[in-house]
């Protein structure tokens, strides 16, 4: 690792609680490691239950103020950080790359698209409009919307950076605090943006950072009856228990859970384009990505030709540290690696030996082969639970029917894409598949403008877009009787 790439991360990290860095009640520390080299970056301050009751506390005073500044300057101070995001953009690209093990090209526009959301949600901040309504001359009638209070924001280690962005800069522009507690296995990044969210003019309390574990830090957020919504974006089966703890306070909820998403080709598809889109949509970020497209749908006339090409270019990407920006890098942590090698287990006693990959490679770090599993029937865990790693299933179909049906066959609908150049396909396809996103002929379409969020079990609310600010506002209704003289 470069002397450069280490001088990105400090040795050691508190709480970001008022505007400043900040002891836990406690001086235990957790370890955040290198997934590349399993060797120690940085110790983290663990909160406690007392810790995040003192941020949500300086979150609520704080919030009293920034309800009331204008919408402008709330946008002024969002564009701030945005361009203060920027500016330290490498920085921030390697510490991402260096707790969470993705290449640095990914990185990069990981914190790219966070800039961005800060940018785009300071542009909306002055837009946030109620509407009238008519009744009669009797009557004026109209609507607000107003913010909620103290958000808690729940990030996962996967997208870290720009994932605490995601939630924060909407709950910020609308006018809310904000408390994030970042993944245990990723803080650093959410630390490093509270900070230079702060030093641009962010006032003090505004945005505080709890680290530490989700069984402490992460429970005593979600349970606090002073924060007003929860922000989750992680597992189905944690979502589950995030949105039971919040709803006993009766807070807002959105969740952001897993994905178990089709990926399907027909034989009039851009080759190209359908092999790129499925390489990318799976083994990016090395599988751990809630909208992968973990399992390929291809039409049985196709089948050999383009399994044998795809096996190729998986076979023929890069795997190192992220540092040294390889195609793929390593999962980010022990455990998972664990878990993602127990399913490609699972998957050899389903399917049999998978086409390609299947195996840990030897060495330091958390690095697992490219892996294709072929001759996948729906009813095999390997196609129906979320592996959350660089596995792909893959399965055929005859005609549009039976790949529409294959496409809806998980309990999972956050995301689909198809590569077809018949238009009228593409869209029947897109009005019968029950996901929250529909990629026609390119894979991880969209952008920050766009709403993004699943059906069934992939989760609760809509994230990105204007729709976002649904999730951190609550209209009020005002009804005036004029006739009165």
């Known amino acids: 690792m470069s002397r450069e790439a280490l001088a990105a991360v400090s040795n050691q990290y508190g709480l970001w609680i008022d505007g400043e860095e900040q002891p836990a009640e406690t001086d235990e520390q957790l370890s955040v490691l290198n997934p590349a080299t399993e060797g120690e970056l940085a110790t983290v301050a663990i909160a406690t239950e007392n810790d995040v009751d003192e941020a949500v506390r300086v979150a609520r005073d704080a919030f009293e103020t920034w309800n009331r500044q204008t919408p402008a300057e709330r946008g002024r101070i969002l564009t701030d950080i945005a361009a203060a995001i920027r500016n330290e ?59 909620l209070g103290v958000t808690a924001h729940i990030v996962p280690w996967n997208v870290p950076i720009y994932l605490f962005a995601r939630s924060v800069a909407p709950a910020l522009a609308a006018g809310n605090a904000a408390v994030v507690k970042p993944a245990r296995e990723t803080p650093l990044g959410a630390l490093e943006l509270a900070q230079l969210a702060t030093d641009v003019g962010l006032p003090d309390g505004l945005l505080n950072v709890v680290s530490g574990h989700g069984s402490e830090a992460g429970a005593a957020l979600t349970g606090h009856p002073e924060v007003s919504s929860v922000t989750f974006t992680g597992s189905d089966s944690t979502g589950v228990r995030v949105g039971k703890s919040a709803i006993e306070n009766v807070s807002e909820v959105v969740l952001e859970l897993g ?88 998957g050899r006693q389903e399917a049999g030996d998978p086409v390609i990959g299947g195996d840990r490679l030897d060495g330091d770090g958390y690095f697992v082969e490219p892996t294709i599993f072929d001759s996948v029937t729906h009813d095999m865990r390997i196609a129906q639970e979320e592996i959350f790693g660089p596995v792909l299933t893959v399965s055929t179909f005859a005609d549009e029917e039976e790949a529409i049906e294959l496409a809806n066959a998980t309990d999972y609908g956050l995301v689909a894409g198809i590569y077809t150049e018949n238009v009228g396909r593409a869209h029947r396809f897109a009005r019968e598949v029950d996901a929250g996103q529909i990629y026609i002929n390119e894979f991880f379409a969209g952008g920050n403008e766009t709403p993004f969020g699943g059906f069934k079990q992939s989760g609760i609310g809509r994230d990105n877009g204007v729709q976002a600010i649904d999730n951190y506002t609550q209209i009020k209704n005002v009804c005036a009787n004029i006739d009165h003289r």
């Open 259 to 346: 994905g178990k998403s089709p990926n399907v080709v027909f034989p009039d598809a851009d080759w190209e384009a359908a092999l790129e889109g499925v390489i990318t949509g799976i083994f990016s970020n090395a599988g751990q990505v809630c909208s992968a497209g973990s399992r390929l749908l291809v039409h049985e006339e196709i089948h050999d030709e383009f399994i044998a090409d795809l096996a190729d270019r998986a076979t023929a990407l890069d795997v190192g540290p992220g540092i040294d920006d390889a195609d793929m890098g390593p999962l980010t942590s022990d455990d998972h690696l664990e878990e993602v090698l127990e399913y490609i287990d699972i």
């Open 89 to 147: 953009k490498e920085r921030l690209a390697q510490i991402e790359t260096l707790e969470n093990g993705k290449p640095l090209t990914e990185a990069r526009g990981q914190v790219e698209r966070a800039a961005r959301h800060f940018e785009y949600y300071a542009g909306i901040a002055d837009k946030i409009q109620g509407e009238s309504i008519p009744l009669s001359e009797t009557y004026v009638d109209y609507t607000v919307r107003e913010p």
